[in-house]
């Protein structure tokens, strides 16, 4: 029996706890209804200080202490909810767990985290040097804060020496899918794939991803850049005609753009107009041609280009995938 451990983390992410209990609950389930013992012996973790705040049963389980637990086989680190605030500081004041999960590992523990839940992972150093994936929409803030981390931003689900990733939200499925065919055989995560309605061929997340450019600073020569971008994107012109009125030197304005936006002017209007075309793609019936001049390309060749490489897929892929949604939407 697989001991699996399932910490409840402070502004943890309701739902993928629950996510992380119903699949192995199911898979516990799947044997006893053939008259086996249960695959995954299940405990929901948490630390003292989490217990002493009235943290009591939670979905039929009594919270356990994490310094009262022998070794676990298997840790889940749940996602955090970010729309709580900073990352860095739920990391912060969730540092209790982290020599626990150092401690774990080296007794032979393998941990897996569940889309942001990556944050606490990489906060144990146990990932340095090691592959990992998260949020697409959260890779920039972990890059940054975990330097040494080799981030995959495309990828659903790394593993390396029993430490596991995921990407955002249901790719943390195809990683529970990938830890029961490991440890349950083919068959197993074949038939719970089969009850969770989970595609077992996605192969990347590029395409989930939203460009939503930071405004939050004090440079006021970038915040002009910005708007400059915003306001003529559609215009086929070039970033140095845009930008051509902010008053610093080319140079400059790139090296303090990156700085504060942490891509360059040419990277961030790339960014600004595929945006524009993911939207016109999701929500109207523009012809392919009216897509691309008003998301301000002329070439059609250079635009399926750049929007393949920045989204991972085709405009006319990407629109079969995410309009028939929107066309839902609207009969509703």
Request: charged share 20%; net charge positive; glycine share 6%.
């Amino acid at each position: 029996m697989v001991h699996l451990g399932i910490l409840l983390t402070r502004k943890y992410r309701l739902l993928s706890v629950a996510a992380i209990l119903d699949v192995f609950e199911t898979v516990n389930r799947f044997y006893t209804e053939q008259g086996q013992d249960p695959a995954f012996c299940i405990k929901v973790l948490c630390t003292s200080s989490l217990k002493q705040a009235g943290l009591k049963d939670f979905a039929g389980y009594q919270p356990q202490l994490i310094q009262d637990q022998p070794r676990q086989d298997l840790i889940f680190i749940p996602a955090f909810n970010t729309e709580s605030g900073d990352l860095q500081q739920t990391i912060s004041e969730n540092h209790e767990y982290i020599p626990w999960l150092k401690q774990q590992f080296v007794a032979g523990a393998e941990i897996a985290s569940y889309c942001t839940g990556a944050f606490l992972l990489g906060a144990t150093g146990l990932l340095d040097g090691k592959t990992a994936t998260t949020h697409i929409d959260a890779c920039p803030a972990f890059a940054a804060v975990f330097p040494a981390v080799k981030l995959e931003p495309d990828r659903i689900v790394t593993g390396e020496n029993g430490l596991y990733t995921s990407g955002g939200a249901t790719s943390g499925f195809h990683l529970m899918l990938h830890l029961i065919e490991q440890r349950c055989g083919k068959e197993m995560a074949v038939r719970t794939a089969k009850i969770f309605a989970i595609d077992m061929d996605r192969g990347q997340q590029t395409y989930f991803a939203t460009f939503l450019p930071t405004h939050n600073h004090h440079d006021e020569l970038v915040a002009m850049a910005q708007q400059r971008i915003a306001a003529a994107y559609q215009d086929a012109e070039t970033i140095e005609v845009m930008i051509k009125d902010v008053p610093a030197s080319r140079r400059n304005i790139v090296r303090r753009f990156k700085q504060v936006i942490g891509i360059t002017p040419i990277e961030y209007l790339q960014k600004t107009r595929v945006e524009a075309a993911k939207k016109l793609l999701e929500q109207t019936n523009q012809q392919m041609t009216e897509v691309m001049l008003n998301s301000g390309y002329n070439d059609p060749k250079a635009f399926r280009k750049v929007f393949r490489k920045t989204v991972g897929m085709t405009p006319t892929s990407y629109r079969e995938k995410f309009h028939g949604a929107y066309r839902a939407e609207k009969r509703v």
